[in-house]
């Protein structure tokens, strides 16, 4: 049986998807990326993988692993633990449009041996490692069915911004410990007040009811991060939309 091989606009591509996935990668270390191969056990590393299938201009799935550094300072942040998809999403998402405008699926976390061999069963696979020096600390891996061929425009639109993307890639990089997380994105809310209803007096609302809260008027608004109190303030009108002033920083465990 012959081994499968990598086609040059196979390489070409998959380098430009992972210098885009490794411009928004958080990560303790400067990454530089490797040689891309065909998915094998020579590529599994010991952390967490995010795979996601995409469709659009291009139709494929995409993995990101990650180091068990990341893994863990997402699940022991003082913020409470934080979701490694949504922290890994930003460079799914970077890397699966190389291939044109697609629909990104929401992902999911997988072991890295399940997510790169499920990859691998698949034709067209091509895994990219992520090296910092010679160990490999990550690893994005691709398979389309088919992969486009080397379009000028595409090349165009995507290969100018190699540089700057690894520049930018080796400034996240240097950071250490829960530096690597500052990119991460979050859900951020704020809270008027609560109060409790029964399900009775729940089903009897109406337009025009007036619901009474747990908090005076002129109360300062929570400020929460992923349903974590971080901060109180005042409710402030920015351009039409409702802002808040923050007023007090609230503590870890003081909430």
């Known amino acids: 049986m012959t081994a499968p091989t990598i086609t040059a606009p196979q390489l070409s591509l998959a380098r430009q998807a992972a210098d885009a996935a490794l411009a928004v990668l958080p990560t303790s ?84 041996q399940v997510a790169l061999s499920a990859l691998a069963a698949k034709e067209g696979s091509v895994a990219i490692p ?13 398979a389309l069915s088919p992969w486009p061929g080397e379009d000028p425009l ?36 704020a809270e008027l007040g609560r109060t409790r209803m029964s399900v009775r007096e729940l089903l009897s609302l109406t337009p025009g009811a007036i619901v009474e809260l747990d908090r005076a008027a002129g109360s300062p608004a929570d400020l929460l991060v992923n349903g974590r109190l971080i901060a109180r303030g005042e409710v402030v009108v920015v351009d039409e939309n409702f802002g808040i002033r923050i007023t007090e920083i609230v503590s870890p465990g003081a909430e």
């Open 29 to 112: 270390q400067a990454l530089v990326i490797g040689d891309p191969q065909v998915p094998d056990a020579g590529t599994v590393i010991e952390g967490q993988a995010v795979t996601a299938r995409f469709s659009g201009a291009a139709s494929g799935e995409v993995v990101v692993v990650v180091g068990q550094d990341l893994a863990d300072a997402l699940k022991e942040s003082p913020l409470g633990e934080l979701d490694l998809t949504a922290a890994v999403r930003p460079a799914l998402e970077a890397a699966s449009r190389i291939f044109g405008p697609v629909v990104l699926d929401p992902g999911q976390v997988m072991e890295p």
């Open 130 to 142: 992520l090296r910092d020096g010679e160990a490999v600390r990550a690893v994005l891996a691709l």
């Open 154 to 189: 595409l090349v165009a639109a995507t290969g100018g911004g190699g540089v700057a993307q690894r520049s930018e890639a080796a400034a996240v990089g240097r950071r250490g410990g829960l530096d690597m997380l500052h990119d991460v994105e979050m859900e951020v809310s």
